[in-house]
């Protein structure tokens, strides 16, 4: 294969997953946003609630 070919074929593909990156984060509807953002608050809360020693100042 030509080198010069396989150099656009790889920009292609890096390409094409930095777009299905874009898509999954900024494709969402609001609604989608706040329950992810609701979900990682959860999250957290969980771990910090389990956590052994108490969070430094």
Known sequence: MN???WRRAKAK???AGQAAA???SFGRT???KLVDE???????ALL???RLEPKPD
Do not use: V
């Open 3 to 5: 080198l010069r070919k």
């Open 13 to 15: 593909d890096e390409e």
């Open 38 to 44: 609701a979900e990682d608050a959860r999250r957290c």
């Open 30 to 32: 609001k609604g989608q």
């Open 48 to 50: 910090d609630a389990a």
């Open 22 to 24: 874009n898509r999954a």
